[in-house]
């Protein structure tokens, strides 16, 4: 409530004072006219003494919201104390800190999916999936997982993450450190739990967390005047998601692809859209019943994240036959952007032998093309494109692919007159001078052979 509407009604005023100008004398004389309004002994006050009186009622709404906030907090505390809340408050050299704990055994399964596979992954293996070199010489056993909870999902200074979930690997056991924000105001504690932690860490994982999660929390160190901890390499598994599955899965939601990659269904999970409000009214009036449904969802983000890296990095790192050739050109594509040939060409074999549809087949020998072009293989390249051309069912695709052809027996095959052949047929894919000057120069070539 606006603090002239709270002077009012302490004073009993009937109506609010005027909007507030530019003059300070001017609303000095509105304030003190509010006050006379409200009683009239007041009126017979000198102005110091209204002035006096104006000061002694805003003392009174302070004291009063600060009564009102600490009423708050020991009602949030009290909560945490019976139970309601789960974990226990942990006292640091910066503050009390609410933690909720949870240990994993090694054998812990997230679905289908065991969690102890994210430290099996290969580092090298990871970096070519983030297609990031910086985490190719990491040590996955000091992995870091990180996922928040916040008031909002709009960013900047309004939004605060009140729950911190943080993951990481003791004895191949995963354990599961969740910190919650008891009261507004009072992060301090948190942020300075969550830089010890991401300093011991070789790499963070997270979903989503380059975009959204790394930036708010750097944003709440600035505005807490805590130091800010050296980020270490960040997997986003998000972005890799994006690459490996939403070619089949199309919604890459971290529970969707729990569903259909983990074999993981959240039974009563709490929608995102409700967590910000659920906190809310637990902070402004100790309404801390649907606490427990936001730490689990958070605890099963965390959890998540360690499964889905072991799944994706142990598929990568050798085809499984079993997988769906969807999945198989995508890694295909996947290793190709890293750069690693051989393992781009397997599993663009892969995609082929078990294509369910003539447009997977068809990508995967055009990238099979495109690959042994590069690395200078022509013979292999100008095979894996005639059995695209012959699969091709969209006219302006076969154009491409005669293009390509064209370009291969000229260039490479030292033949104009297949190219020639070729290139008659690649009329939609370039620009039109540029396919005459083609046509004119091979039937030249033709012409000074025979």
């Avoid at 505390?77 to 789960?86: E, K, L, N």
Wanted: hydrophobic share 40%.
């Amino acid at each position: 409530m606006d603090l002239r509407k709270k002077i009012a009604r302490l004073g009993n005023a009937a109506p609010p004072p005027p909007a507030e100008s530019a003059d300070p004398d001017r609303d000095s004389q509105n304030n003190s006219a509010a006050i006379a309004s409200a009683d009239p002994e007041v009126s017979k006050l000198g102005k110091t003494e209204r002035l006096e009186r104006l000061r002694a009622l805003i003392g009174q709404v302070k004291e009063r919201d600060t009564r009102t906030e600490a009423t708050r907090a020991s009602t949030a505390r009290d909560h945490v104390r019976s139970g309601i809340v789960p974990g226990r408050e942990v006292s640091t050299e910066n503050g009390p800190l609410h933690v909720v704990e949870k240990w994993l055994e090694p054998n812990y399964q997230h679905g289908k999916v065991p969690v102890k596979g994210a430290l099996e992954a290969k580092s090298a293996t990871v970096a070519e999936l983030a297609l990031d070199p910086c985490l190719a010489e990491v040590d996955l056993e000091r992995l870091l997982i990180l996922d928040t909870e916040t008031t909002g999902l709009a960013g900047g200074t309004g939004t605060v993450p009140f729950l911190i979930g943080m993951a990481w690997f003791e004895e191949g056991a995963l354990r599961l450190e969740q910190l919650l924000l008891r009261n507004l105001g009072e992060e301090a504690p948190l942020l300075h739990r969550l830089a010890e932690r991401m300093a011991r860490a070789s790499c963070i994982l997270s979903y989503n967390g380059k975009s959204f999660d790394w930036p708010l929390l750097r944003t709440r160190f600035i505005l807490n005047r805590v130091p800010a901890p050296a980020v270490p390499p960040h997997f986003d598994l998000l972005h890799c998601v994006r690459r490996v599955f939403k070619p089949r899965i199309s919604e890459v939601r971290l529970c969707d692809v729990e569903e259909k990659v983990l074999g993981f269904f959240r039974e009563n999970d709490i929608p995102g859209a409700e967590i910000p409000g659920i906190y809310l009214r637990f902070v402004r009036g100790g309404d801390a019943s649907g606490l427990a449904a936001i730490l689990e969802h958070n605890a099963n983000d965390v959890i998540a994240l360690a499964a889905l890296l072991g799944k994706v990095a142990r598929h990568f790192e050798t085809v499984q036959t079993a997988d769906d050739p969807v999945d198989h050109l995508a890694f295909a594509k996947v290793a190709a952007r890293a750069q690693n040939a051989e393992r781009a060409l397997g599993f663009a074999r892969a995609a082929v032998e078990g294509a369910g549809s003539d447009n997977v087949a068809v990508d995967a020998l055009v990238l099979t093309a495109r690959l042994s072009k590069r690395y200078g293989d022509a013979p292999t390249a100008v095979d894996a494109l005639h059995k695209a051309l012959g699969s091709a069912n969209d006219a302006e695709l076969a154009s491409q692919i005669n293009l390509e052809l064209a370009k291969l027996y000229e260039h490479k095959l030292r033949d104009p007159e297949r190219a020639y052949q070729h290139a008659l047929a690649s009329a939609q894919a370039e620009e039109h001078e540029a396919h005459s000057k083609r046509l004119a120069r091979l039937e030249k070539r033709n012409l000074a052979k025979k």
